[in-house]
């Protein structure tokens, strides 16, 4: 069974451009949540999905990022425009709705480096 | 809101060695799930082990095991015969009740298993 799948992996882009980051959960897997790691910490929660709701997006700096999750499969996480302090890895998770629902596999980040 | 505090930020071991990693937590919840994750250099966050708090027997997977401390609200993890493999960032999480809620992680440990 594939894991949680994330791209890119990595990203460099100058403060004040664009980014995106696509995320494809587990097969199955209708709980999808978006969490920021900054350098020597642990994750934080930006926003959380059930199918393609948006249940819990209170952390989310809706100035400046954005997130959908069309058909409540792949989502996507976007920042414009980036600032430097939003260099950090952003990572993906998913969980089962039953059965285990209550751990998250996590997918391996991507890693963003604002200039 | 929950904390958690994990007050050792780097940690050494010997191969085939023991080693405790130590994790407190804030909360009024009296039922909830604690967790252990690793996350190695890859990035690839992990679940290590699990405890629901309604549970006084602690946890243990293989080489893993907690000692679960409520009425401290301690929840520490011992690695039992060390492995190269385990080198890795360790990180104490916390999920309140309920379906899918959000995980809320410690600073992590950073372990380091040695020849």
């Known amino acids: 069974e594939a894991g949680v799948v994330q791209s890119p992996r990595y990203k460099i882009i100058e403060k004040k451009q664009p980014v995106a980051f696509w995320c494809n959960p587990i097969?199955?897997?209708?709980?999808l949540y978006w969490y920021r790691q900054n350098l020597g910490q642990g994750p934080e929660l930006l926003i959380r999905y059930e199918n393609e709701e948006a249940v819990d997006d209170s952390q989310l700096p809706k100035d400046r990022f954005s997130a959908e999750r069309l058909k409540g499969v792949d989502s996507t996480l976007k920042i414009q425009p980036a600032e430097l302090g939003d260099s950090a890895v952003y990572l993906c998770?998913?969980?089962?709705?039953?059965?285990?629902?209550?751990?998250?596999?996590f997918g391996p980040g991507t890693r963003l480096l604002v200039l | 809101a929950q904390t958690v505090t994990q007050s050792q930020p780097e940690m050494s071991v010997q191969e085939a060695e023991t080693v405790t990693l130590s994790c407190t937590y804030d909360t009024s919840e009296n039922n909830y799930y604690l967790f252990w994750y690793k996350q190695p250099p890859s990035r690839q966050m992990i679940l290590v082990i699990r405890q629901e708090a309604y549970k006084q027997q602690n946890a243990t997977e293989n080489r893993f095991s907690v000692n679960f401390q409520k009425a401290a609200k301690s929840f520490s993890l011992k690695i039992s015969d060390s492995q190269l493999g385990d080198t890795a960032m360790y990180f104490c999480?916390?999920?309140?009740?309920?379906?899918?809620?959000?995980?809320?992680f410690g600073t992590g440990t950073r372990l380091q298993v040695t020849l």
């Open positions: 998770a998913s969980s089962p709705p039953a059965g285990g629902w209550e751990t998250q596999y």
């Open positions: 097969s199955g897997h209708n709980t």
């Open positions: 999480a916390f999920m309140k009740p309920g379906t899918a809620s959000k995980l809320t």
